[in-house]
Nanobody
Framework: QVQLVQSGGGLVQAGGSLRLSCAASGRTASSYAMGWFRQAPGKEREFVAYVIGNGGTSRHADSVKGRFTISKDNAKNTVYLQMNSLKPEDTAVYYC????????????????????WGQGSQVTVSA
């Protein structure tokens, strides 16, 4: 019921910035929550950030807090991940995700809580 299309990945030097975008479309394009996850080679997909509703509530993983910011443009049904002060350990494939139905907020850090996923965006940070 919702399709997610990502853009904005690329290669940057350590300390640089990058912004990822995720556009939602379909009958249920307006989701309860949108999230970002990332997966490095040989590792599990891990939580990065989520935003609820119109953007009033959000959370960021400790590993990116203070450097990454999630935001949402409700008119465009698009969620963003602004990444500043990038480190080599941020290198991963980043995925956006959508949850359609309300849930306890604590559930939103788990990858199994989401109903749809974007195709992934490669982010590479060189030293």
């Amino acid at each position: 019921q919702v399709q997610l299309v990502q853009s904005g990945g690329g290669l940057v030097q350590a300390g640089g910035s990058l912004r990822l975008s995720c556009a939602a479309s379909g009958r249920t394009a307006s989701s309860y929550a949108m999230g970002w996850f990332r997966q490095a080679p040989g590792k599990e997909r891990e939580f990065v950030a989520y935003v609820i509703g119109n953007g009033g509530t959000s959370r960021h993983a400790d590993s990116v807090k203070g450097r990454f910011t999630i935001s949402k443009d409700n008119a465009k049904n698009t969620v963003y991940l602004q990444m500043n002060s990038l480190k080599p350990e941020d290198t991963a494939v980043y995925y956006c995700a959508a949850r359609l139905q309300p849930s306890p907020i604590a559930f939103l850090v788990g990858r199994n809580s989401y109903d749809a996923w974007g195709q992934g965006s490669q982010v590479t940070v060189s030293a």
